[in-house]
């Protein structure tokens, strides 16, 4: 610590009044201390991450797959097609990208917070925020209350 304490004195060091020396010491030993447990805590849970970034990836795995049956059988309540993985797209096969063309996107479980199907009924019905209706649009409390229903179920009552 001293070490470190003295390679950060600048050269005018031995100028200054004692106070001034003092308290720049002080000031030094205080920002190294600073730095030593900044770097010992980054250090800890760094070593924590990777001893349980298996059990993350794990637990990452597991709701990807309960998110992909809940889809699954969703789909077969509601009598549509069941589609287990969406095919792959070889990106290396298709032409270069001009604008001109709607290339598909590739296949990606959707978000548990945003419906998935909110979206394809927005393109199908593109003429349904027209007219100022106040059943539409951004601040429509009703289509969001659907959309929030239709990811977590009715509301429930509170028990608190």
């Known amino acids: 610590m001293g070490q470190t304490i003295e390679q950060r004195r600048p050269p005018?060091?031995?100028?200054?009044?004692?106070?001034?020396?003092?308290?720049?010491?002080?000031?030094?030993?205080?920002?190294?201390?600073?730095?030593?447990?900044?770097?010992?805590?980054?250090?800890?849970?760094?070593?924590?991450?990777?001893?349980?970034?298996?059990?993350?990836?794990?637990?990452?795995?597991?709701?990807?797959?309960?998110?992909?049956?809940?889809?699954?059988?969703?789909?077969?309540h509601a009598g549509q097609p069941l589609e287990a993985d969406p095919p792959v797209v070889d990106y290396t096969t298709l032409p270069p990208y001009d604008g001109s063309v709607s290339y598909p996107t590739p296949p990606l479980h959707h978000s548990q917070w945003v419906d998935p199907h909110a979206m394809s009924y927005q393109q199908a019905n593109p003429s349904g925020n027209q007219g100022g209706s106040s059943s539409s649009g951004a601040f429509c409390f009703g289509e969001w209350n659907d959309i929030m229903t239709s990811i977590f179920g009715p509301p429930h009552p509170k028990y608190y």
């Open 12 to 76: 005018t060091f031995g100028g200054w009044s004692e106070p001034n020396q003092v308290l720049f010491d002080q000031q030094t030993f205080m920002d190294v201390s600073r730095e030593r447990a900044l770097k010992q805590s980054y250090d800890r849970n760094e070593q924590w991450n990777r001893a349980h970034m298996y059990a993350h990836k794990e637990e990452e795995n597991n709701h990807y797959l309960d998110d992909r049956q809940c889809r699954l059988h969703d789909q077969w």
